[in-house]
């Protein structure tokens, strides 16, 4: 089940955590950011999406500038071009690729623990999604440290547990990512973010699908 193509980024892209701690606080614009992600990533037809897409990752370049120390702008900046490559596809999105990893970096060197270990899921996502060397960085072992230091900082997130499950499957471990997958889709809504639920609980019940065949 090993995959090793930027274009899966389209369909496994990468989305905020559940909840925030009470002392972070995150600028309208960077709201903006991810409601207007979820909007394009679940709700426009896929023929409009990578144009989206664009014009959302050049608003997302923007608010990181406007925020250089807010851990969660250069996060969803990271989360935004990663999903953007994934809409490209083939080796042009390389670029953006490296480029949301540097963004995720940057986050975590702000704050590791903004919005609840993001930036770690988000990091494990890419390195186990995008190609190993010589074509691009991909690396398993360092995707599951990543995966685990988020879940470690949010243990009942729906996408904590979703993105460490599909790893699992993507590794052969069809059992935990099971459990992983199951217990994402028994994760707290989130109230102000109905769309992302909606549209990760679908993603989760298609990986889930295909460990039954």
Known sequence: MKRQHISVLAGMVLGAMTGLTQAEVVPDDVKSLYMDWAHIRYELPSDQQKKGYEELKNRADQVADSHP????????RGIIAST?????GGLSALSLVKEARSSLEHALEIDASAFNGAAYTSLGALYYQVPGWPIS??????????LQKGLELNPQGIDANFFYGDFLADQGDDKMAREY????????????RPVADAGRREEIYAVLNKLKK
Request: glycine share 6%; proline share 6%; hydrophobic share 45%.
């Open 69 to 76: 120390d807010n851990a969660t702008a250069w996060i969803w």
């Open 84 to 88: 953007y490559a994934g809409a490209k």
């Open 181 to 192: 997958l199951n217990k994402a889709l028994n994760a707290a809504p989130r109230p102000d």
């Open 137 to 146: 960085f991909g690396d398993d072992d360092k995707a599951r440290d990543l």
